[in-house]
């Protein structure tokens, strides 16, 4: 079985190494465990089912929430020479009885399907003709109504899965679940003693950025000029404000194209297809836009408006780099937003049990504005808040690159660690609060009722922000100069390191956000190295663009952007060569193979040599 894996992972995907969390999810489920996952938007939740739906015996059905999603999974499983198929509303009553049948008789190895098709009969009549090992459930958090895109056809999905005799493996997965709407899903579903994983959220070639433009349309087409070529989302919050961008957009020369409810179906299709397959390079959105849309080399995701919540922000713009290359995600902050915010969901409801739901979003969107207004590390402060502590500093974010400096930290440091220290001396300990309170000198109750007060370090630090002082002494504890650990609850002690700082005097620095008032950051560019070989880089996209019209699939289905960049830089002229290129498996190896080897050998002997 072992080997199965690592074979399918070659052969069919192209790669030679699981990323993190896949293998183990891929083993629990062929052990036949229940499973929840927590993933990252590109973290590659696909591979996690479709593998074990190769090893399973029988019809793994997934159930997915976009027609869009599923077309482009069937068309990559189909390219990559695993049989599939779908079942959702886009197809004629003809097409969808053909499809039926073709699963009854076993043609298919994974059937995605709408949750609104769960039609019991046609799917009673499957279960009973074929083995289905496994259902699997994709974007789980539309079960919940507390997650940010509730879907009440996901509610009928539990009664789907009872409906089998002999109960499938249920697996679920999404890129964002708070805890409650974790507790819904296996709620909900009855996952039975479900295998949990929650990978990391952090994506570390985005690059987070935050702007207060005093003119957001000049901004941002100074932003689309400096990134020509590129292929990037627009999210703005209205359908009028999509169609003048677009509009202004277009008046200037730059290819972009608009998607919101307003539109009708057709041209929402042509604008999503176009988009899709890289013949217009900008969208400009709503929210509407976006959901199932898996187009791996999107470059850039810029918010016009901010959204309601982080939940939202995060996903949205998790859809740029999913290739693993480097990324902007950046959003226009005006306070006005705020107002429109509250406006929206203030007026979103009126029924008592509704009533609830205004206040929860109202909360929210208290910590989106938070994000938008922080000096904080803009990374830091999101994977802080789906509960994941990070460093305080990621570099790779507006205010990290220019809000923070290096500061000499000796002497606040000396000030924590004699206040944990005398606190030891009196043979107590306490947490970072009441720690953080002494150093401010609180008149705290509980303080003064330790008698904290007559330490000598009582209000040493009082002139210092106490969130400044939090950052510097979660450093401390990073860097193991102080410990934390705890039975009931976590308590401060000296570290393995204190001695350097408190007796040996040693000095210590730290990036820290600067005090003085907040600079307005620059944009930054996502420019690839100079030594890379950009004009084959840009044949080869070439190259693909025929095959994929030809094919008449989208052109990130044959190979993505990372492959094609994998190419340029092994320069493969031998099957073997190619086959080591990341993405590249048999079966693409035997579709496509000799047409790009062919083509970088010659470009190695015209250009290289
Ligand atoms: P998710 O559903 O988690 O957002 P996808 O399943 O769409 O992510 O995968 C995102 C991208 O990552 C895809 O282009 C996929 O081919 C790629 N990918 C997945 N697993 C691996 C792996 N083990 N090695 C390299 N690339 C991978
Ligand atoms: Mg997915």
Redesign the pocket.
């Known amino acids: 079985m072992d080997q199965e894996k690592h074979r399918i992972?070659k052969t069919y995907?192209g790669?030679t190494?699981?990323?993190r969390g896949?293998e183990e999810i891929i083993d629990a489920l062929l052990s036949g465990k229940d499973v929840l996952a927590v993933?990252p938007?590109?973290?590659?939740?696909?591979?996690c089912y479709q593998i074990p739906a190769l090893i399973l015996e029988g019809l793994t059905v997934v159930v997915s929430p976009l027609i869009s999603l599923m077309k482009d999974q069937v068309n990559a499983l189909s390219d990559a020479g695993i049989p599939a198929a779908y079942l959702n509303s886009s197809l004629s009553p003809r097409e969808y009885a053909d499809t039926l049948a073709g699963a009854a008789r076993g043609d298919y190895r994974i059937l995605y399907i709408a949750p609104e098709r769960l039609r019991r009969e046609d799917m009673h009549r499957l279960g009973e003709s074929l083995r289905i090992p496994m259902v699997v459930i994709d974007e789980a958090h539309c079960i919940s109504q507390w997650g940010h895109d509730f879907r009440p056809s996901y509610l009928a999905i539990a009664e789907f899965i009872r409906m089998f005799s002999k109960r499938p493996i249920t697996a679920a997965f999404t890129?964002t679940a708070t805890g409650k709407v974790r507790e819904d899903i296996s709620r909900i579903l009855n996952l039975e003693d479900p295998f949990l994983l929650i990978t990391g959220f952090n994506r570390e070639n985005l690059y987070f950025g935050v702007e207060r433009p005093q003119d957001k349309t000049q901004t941002l087409l100074a932003y689309v000029k400096n990134h020509r070529n590129k292929s990037g989302i627009i999210y703005c919050s209205t359908r009028k404000t999509v169609d003048e961008i677009c509009r202004t957009l277009n008046a200037r020369g730059f290819s972009a194209a608009r998607y919101h409810a307003g539109l009708d179906d057709q041209e929402r299709h042509k604008n999503q297809d176009d988009f899709i397959y890289d013949r217009t390079p900008v969208m400009v959105a709503t929210n509407a836009f976006g959901m199932g849309i898996?187009k791996?080399n999107v470059s850039f995701v810029i918010h016009y408006n901010m959204p309601k919540n982080i939940e939202s922000y995060y996903q949205e713009a998790g859809r740029a780099g999913?290739?693993g290359e480097a990324a902007d995600c950046i959003l226009f902050y005006s306070p006005q937003d705020v107002q429109v915010n509250r406006f929206l969901i203030a007026n979103s409801g009126d029924t008592e049990r509704d009533e609830e739901l205004v206040d929860h979003n109202l909360g929210l969107l208290k910590y989106m504005t938070y994000y938008a207004t922080t000096n904080d590390c803009l990374r830091s402060y999101i994977l802080g808040y789906f509960g994941e502590s990070a460093p305080h500093f990621c570099g790779n974010c507006s205010n990290c690159t220019t809000q923070f400096e290096n500061n000499d930290i000796t002497i606040p440091a000396q000030k924590i660690l004699s206040c944990v220290y005398r606190i030891e001396q009196r043979g107590k300990r306490f947490g970072k609060l009441m720690v953080i309170n002494v150093l401010k000198g609180s008149k705290n109750e509980k303080l003064l009722s330790q008698g904290l007060k007559s330490l000598s370090t009582y209000g040493i630090m009082a002139e210092i922000d106490t969130h400044r002082i939090r950052t510097i002494l979660d450093y401390l504890i990073e860097k193991e100069y102080l410990a934390q650990d705890g039975t009931e609850y976590p308590v401060l002690s000296l570290g393995r390191r204190w001695e350097e700082i408190l007796r040996q005097k040693k000095s210590l620095s730290m990036m820290l956000p600067k005090e003085r008032e907040r600079k307005k950051p620059t944009i930054p560019a996502n420019e690839t190295p100079g030594d890379f070989r950009e004009d084959l880089f840009i044949q080869l996209k070439e190259l693909r663009n025929r095959l994929a019209q030809k094919a008449r699939v989208p052109a990130y289905i044959i190979f993505?952007d990372a492959s094609l960049r994998d190419m340029c830089r092994k320069l493969p002229e031998t099957s073997e060569q190619f086959l080591s290129v990341?993405?590249v498996g048999a079966v693409k190896m035997e579709k496509y193979g000799g047409i790009f080897t062919d083509h970088i050998k010659e470009y190695v002997k015209t250009s290289l040599s």
């Open positions: 992972l995907f790669f190494q699981f990323r896949q993933m938007t590109g973290a590659g939740k696909s591979l890129a898996d791996s999913r290739d993505s990341s993405g």
